[in-house]
Every structure is written in structure tokens, then in C-alpha cells.
């Protein structure tokens, strides 16, 4: 079965810092692997995926993330903070090679990012 | 394009009542799944539809059903409403394809009194 672990449940960064909000997961085949991020009172927002190729793969208002294979880990990021990029980030899979996609998009429980100025 | 449509926003309900929710999917998105969010819990998955035809189905009790009609719309239900049923139920579409984003409604809050 696959699984997501989100190790943080709180991250507290200054403006201006890099960020990296963690993910690690766990699929018997290939993962595709996406990241949403979900402001106060709000449905989630597809941020970014990977699905195969460059293992960086860039996303909407400045973040990244890097898969690494090896380590199963799938670690979001930016370079320089924002204030209103403070929210709830969710990191999910699925796993590629389960058939003709009759598996779930399963999601970790959430890493809450806060910017502080 | 119009994003993932669910209603009602807000619902208040009392124990052992039913409910039904509503998602209307974005135009050409024929994949639908719903899942429940609670603070405790994070992001569980409910069911998916495709297609009018149930996918995969979450661990939940039977009090909890949906369906998907011929237009891609879904609807839920749950049945005889417990307290632990309070909730942020969300929606969310897309189209053919496992690699590909879904996009996610707004989400009804349920309270359960």
C-alpha cells in the first residue's frame, strides 16, 4: 500500500530564509508525486508534480521540489520566504505502476508553514 | 474555465439525520473524488468515481455513499450522522490520466450537533 510521511508538523521560517517543508513516501512501483498547499478556508491548490525526467522540478509562485529516488523523499522548497506563503502544504502519491490508475491520490496529513517578518 | 463547484458551503445537522453533498466537476474532467479533512485525521480518501462507475473506495462505514451521474456531477451521502462526523468535505476533478493534478473544490464544512 502507499503511504506519505510529512515528519513536520510545523515549520517556522524568517522572511527572506530558504524553506523546505519535508516529504518522504512509500509506493511498491513508481511514484508520481505532487504537492498542494491550502490557505485558511480554502480547498486545496495543485502546486507541483513529478512524474518522470529532471528530478527538480519547478512549480507555481517560486517553489521546487527535488525527488530523490534513493531516499524516497520528495522535500519541498523555495528560495527566499514569504509571508503569504504561510499556509498548510500536503504532499501526496500515487503509485504509477498499480494499473490503469484505480489507485487513490493518498496525502500526508499536512506540514503547517509559518512565516514569520 | 470554471474551478470545482461543491455545495452547500456550510451545513449544520443534528445526530442521526443524513446529508447530501454536491460537486460539480470542471468542464471535460470525467474523475471525481471526495475526501474528508478533520484536524486529527488530515486528508482521508472517501471514494472516486470515473465515469459514473465507483473506482476505489476508502475506509469508511457504509453511512457514507456516492455517486457520480452522467454529466460528471457527484453527489455524497451520509446517513444517520454521528458527532465524529463534523468535517471539511472536499471535492476534487480531473481528467483521464494517473499523472495527472486534480483540482480541488472549495469544500463544505459540516457540523454535526
Known amino acids: 500500500a502507499q503511504s506519505v510521511a510529512q515528519p513536520e508538523d510545523q515549520v517556522n521560517v524568517a522572511e527572506g530564509n530558504p524553506l523546505t517543508v519535508k516529504c518522504t513516501y512509500s509506493?511498491?512501483?513508481?511514484?508520481?508525486l505532487f504537492w498542494y498547499v491550502q490557505y485558511p478556508n480554502r480547498g486545496l491548490q495543485f502546486l507541483l508534480k513529478?512524474?518522470?525526467?529532471?528530478?527538480l522540478v519547478k512549480g507555481s509562485y517560486g517553489f521546487e521540489a527535488e525527488f530523490n529516488k534513493s531516499q524516497t523523499s520528495f522535500h519541498l522548497k523555495k528560495p527566499s520566504a514569504l509571508v503569504s506563503d504561510s499556509a498548510l502544504y500536503f504532499c501526496?502519491?500515487?503509485?504509477?505502476?498499480?494499473?490503469?490508475?484505480?489507485?487513490?491520490?493518498?496525502f500526508g496529513k499536512g506540514t503547517r508553514l509559518s512565516v514569520i517578518a | 474555465k470554471a474551478g470545482v463547484t461543491q455545495t452547500p458551503r456550510y451545513l449544520i445537522k443534528t445526530r442521526g439525520q443524513q446529508v447530501t453533498l454536491s460537486c460539480s466537476p470542471i468542464?471535460?474532467?470525467?474523475?471525481v473524488s471526495w475526501y474528508q479533512q478533520t484536524p486529527g485525521q488530515g486528508l482521508q480518501f472517501l471514494f472516486e468515481?470515473?465515469?459514473?462507475?465507483?473506482?476505489n473506495k476508502g475506509n469508511f462505514p457504509g453511512r457514507f455513499s456516492g455517486r457520480q451521474f452522467s454529466n460528471s456531477r457527484s453527489e455524497m451521502n451520509v446517513s444517520t450522522l454521528e458527532l465524529g462526523d463534523s468535517a471539511l468535505y472536499l471535492c476534487?476533478?480531473?481528467?483521464?490520466?494517473?499523472?495527472?493534478?486534480?483540482?480541488f473544490g472549495p469544500g463544505t464544512r459540516l457540523t454535526v450537533t
Open positions: 476534487a476533478s480531473r481528467n483521464r490520466g494517473t499523472y495527472l493534478e486534480q483540482y
Open positions: 509506493v511498491s512501483g513508481n511514484p508520481y
Open positions: 513529478y512524474i518522470t525526467g529532471d528530478n
Open positions: 501526496a502519491v500515487r503509485d504509477m505502476n498499480a494499473g490503469s490508475g484505480n489507485t487513490p491520490l493518498v
Open positions: 468542464s471535460g474532467h470525467r474523475s
Open positions: 468515481y470515473f465515469s459514473e462507475t465507483q473506482r
